[in-house]
Nanobody
Framework: QLQASGGGLVQAGGTLRLSCAASGRTFSSYHVGWFSQAPGKEREFVAAINYSGTGTIYADSVKGRFTISRDNAKNTVYLQMNSLKPEDTAVYYC????????????????WGQGTLVTVSS
């Protein structure tokens, strides 16, 4: 089971750190991704990290602003969000995959409940 947290209201240019905590599974063997879904839009890939933390991929829209990391001892993956923009406003979901490091949502088999990020202009 995955639990996303850390969302909130922030002004443009601000920062937030999202956390994705896992329970009841061997988290260190799973690749983890973050996805966002804005109102009325499709779910989009944001970032992902491989099981060991040695590999990451990012959507072009967040490269240089967001950083994904993990602490397997704490069963937690983080998404550091800097230089936030109003267009980053969305519900952010974390998800786990045992298949491979990927941006394809269909390859993630376990999803958290989402945390809302609102960026005001």
């Amino acid at each position: 089971q995955l639990q996303a947290s850390g969302g909130g209201l922030v002004q443009a240019g601000g920062t937030l750190r999202l956390s994705c905590a896992a329970s009841g599974r061997t988290f260190s063997s799973y690749h983890v991704g973050w996805f966002s879904q804005a109102p009325g839009k499709e779910r989009e890939f944001v970032a992902a990290i491989n099981y060991s933390g040695t590999g990451t991929i990012y959507a072009d829209s967040v490269k240089g602003r967001f950083t994904i990391s993990r602490d397997n001892a704490k069963n937690t993956v983080y998404l550091q969000m800097n230089s936030l923009k109003p267009e980053d406003t969305a519900v952010y979901y974390c998800a786990a995959s045992k298949i491979r490091l990927t941006l394809a949502a269909t390859l993630y088999d376990s999803w958290g409940q989402g945390t809302l990020v609102t960026v005001s202009s």
